[in-house]
């Protein structure tokens, strides 16, 4: 990657919109974060032309370590082509010149809200994910600088609240998205509202995996080979969702999957989240049960559309 | 016997001047209780906040002996080695139970959370504790899963004793832990307060303006008045007979009143 300074596309912007003072700064960050795993840094954030809701702390990242070499691929709940995805990456092919791909295995850079790929992600990519709330703790403990004595004195008995609550409550722990993590064997973390189903691939990743928090101004990290662990009880193990079915159109298992609707008689079929990997599964052959209906319903490959 | 708590010359003032308690020493010693009684404004509360390790004195020190350590000053200890003898040996009881209560989690939550702050991990120990000590407290098991704002004033205080003692405290403050409930209430609180602290062999701090709450629970008893102790003894002695003017008066209009 590099940060030479470059004239933007159409000459309004510096590379990749961000000045060069404001990327050092969060570079600058950003090292930190990858110093101490999971710990939340401050940082002081840009406002960006945009509003939070589109994940600004995940593209003041993007934006601060691109490089013109970069190829990039965006994910908004699994998908490459809902409004925030092509939105963002048209941002970045605008003011940076940037490549941009739908291919997990092409993209050196990944933007995600919501998802990790199905695919294991090499060392040479790096994972950003946007974080509307950083703050694992937020909702048990609203003090700000007591939170921040409870992550520094390893403090968490409170964390193990929640899931003692959904337990007493539900039987089992409901927390379903934004599952709390351990991380390193030391910071307690938010993986962003992730499935459940994503947080074993946090552990051992290849990928650097970096968060940005645009609204809170925090930003934290996730080295490439780090123990993570989501929490749990002794006698209620961490379970991540299973499906007992297999993706409708590809036939993947072990994959999370998507409801959709088809019509409006109560028709519907589960599908992968994960667009890319499904429709590269279907370009390799495989099929589902419903695969047949796939073209019909614009289940078609989607790669150069936009 | 080694003392647990000590208090040297303990003194505190507020910024602007304002004196909140002076040169006060006492010694505690384990499985003892000891009450602190005295008009409003007396100091009591000030005393307390600087023997349990929420406000600094400006002068004396306060030792606490954590664990057979010997005497050691409680304000030298660092921060996170001070919070947690907040939540493993020590236990403060608020006034108010929403202070020392987390509104928005269950009865068993919060009982069970100073368990789990130690690190436990097992869901069915934990609750299983939980329900032993709400139990203990008189609260019906059924409501083991409720809010606490669904409950009355007085079991709102009873699951805050309980959230407490599951990490056997070595020591407890207790700041009008009967203020605010009904008579009635307070009679029923004060008995089970009694049983809970001589079954565990617990010591107790017990801040109160109410004389019938430490002639039940306190073997000692210092009388505080502007800021300074004007006497200090065993609980029946002070009461039956006070020495000093003022433990007179405050004694003699409990008995008026
Ligand atoms: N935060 C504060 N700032 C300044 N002065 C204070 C503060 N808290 C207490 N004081 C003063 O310190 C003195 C002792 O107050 P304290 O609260 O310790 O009395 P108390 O015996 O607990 O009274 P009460 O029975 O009404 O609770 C009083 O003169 C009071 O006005
Ligand atoms: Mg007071």
């Known amino acids: 990657m590099n940060s030479r300074a470059f004239h933007s596309v159409d000459g309004t912007y510096n590379f990749a919109y961000l000045d060069e003072q404001t990327k050092r700064m969060i570079r600058r960050t950003l090292l930190k974060a990858i110093a101490v795993p999971g710990y939340q840094v401050p940082f002081g954030g840009r406002e960006m032309p945009m509003a939070y809701g ?9 934006a601060s370590i691109i490089g013109r070499d970069d190829t990039l691929k965006v994910i908004d709940q699994g ?39 199905e695919k294991q992600l090499t060392e040479k990519q790096i994972l950003v994910y946007q974080v509307p709330q950083p703050e694992p703790l937020w909702k048990l403990e609203p003090r700000e600088v007591e939170t921040r004595k409870l992550h520094a004195y390893s403090e968490y008995g409170l964390m193990h609240v929640k899931l003692y609550e959904d337990i007493s409550r539900h039987g089992e722990i409901i927390t379903t ?35 940005g928090a645009g609204r809170e101004k925090r930003i934290y990290a996730i080295p490439p ?17 299973r499906f007992d079915k297999p993706c409708a159109l590809c036939g993947a298992e072990e994959v999370f999957l998507d409801e959709v609707i088809l019509d409006d008689k109560g028709d519907h079929m589960f599908v992968c989240s994960d667009s890319d990997h499904c ?3 279907r370009a390799a052959g495989h099929t589902g049960s419903r695969a047949s209906d796939a073209a019909d319903m614009g289940f078609v490959p989607t790669e150069g559309l936009n | 016997m080694n003392a647990l708590l000590e208090a040297q010359s303990v003194g505190h003032s507020y910024a ?5 308690c002076e040169d006060v020493s006492f010694r505690l010693y384990p499985g003892e209780v000891l009450g602190v009684v005295g008009e409003s404004g007396s100091g009591k509360s000030t005393l307390l906040g600087c023997l349990s390790g929420m406000i600094e004195p400006s002068q004396g020190s306060v030792r606490f002996d954590a664990g057979g350590q010997g005497l050691r ?25 929403r202070d020392g209560l987390r509104m928005n989690v269950s009865a068993g939550g919060n009982v069970g959370e100073r368990l789990m702050a130690v690190g436990a991990r097992n869901y069915t120990e934990i609750r299983g504790e939980a329900l032993d000590w709400l139990t203990r407290v008189e609260i019906p098991s059924g409501r083991i899963d409720d809010l606490p704002r ?38 029923r609180l004060l008995d089970l307060l009694r049983g809970l602290v001589r079954d565990l062999g617990v010591a107790a701090v017990v801040v109160t303006h109410d004389l019938a709450v430490v002639r039940l629970l306190s073997d000692r008893l210092m009388v505080m008045r502007q800021g300074r102790v004007v006497e200090s003894g065993l609980t029946d002695q002070v009461l039956d007979d006070p020495q000093h003017p003022y433990s007179q008066l405050l004694v003699s209009s409990v008995l008026q009143a």
Request: overall charge positive.
């Open chain 1, 54 to 62: 589109w994940g600004t702390g995940g593209i003041q990242i993007t």
């Open chain 1, 79 to 117: 998908a490459d082509d809902t409004t925030n995805a092509v939105s963002i990456r048209r941002f970045f092919r605008r003011v940076a010149g940037v490549q941009t791909t739908e291919e997990t295995s092409k993209a050196t850079l990944i933007q995600t809200r919501h998802r990790i790929p």
């Open chain 1, 177 to 211: 998205y934004d599952y709390p993590v351990e991380v390193n064997a030391r910071h307690i973390m938010s993986p962003s509202p992730i499935p459940k189903f994503d947080n074993p691939k946090m552990a051992m990743m290849p990928a650097l995996q970096l968060f």
């Open chain 1, 225 to 241: 080979y780090t123990r993570v662990r989501s929490l749990d009880f002794d006698d209620h193990p961490f379970k991540p969702q």
């Open chain 1, 279 to 281: 429709r590269e599964r």
């Open chain 2, 16 to 20: 602007g001047g304002q004196l909140g």
């Open chain 2, 73 to 97: 000053d409680v304000f030298s200890l660092s921060e996170p080695e001070r919070r947690l003898l907040m939540r493993t040996d020590w236990g403060i009881v608020r006034q108010n139970p």
């Open chain 2, 150 to 187: 669904t409950f009355s004033g007085g079991m709102q205080q009873r699951v805050q004793i309980a959230r407490i003692l599951v990490s056997k405290p070595r020591l407890v403050f207790m700041d009008e832990p009967t203020g605010g409930l009904d008579v009635s209430v307070q009679a």
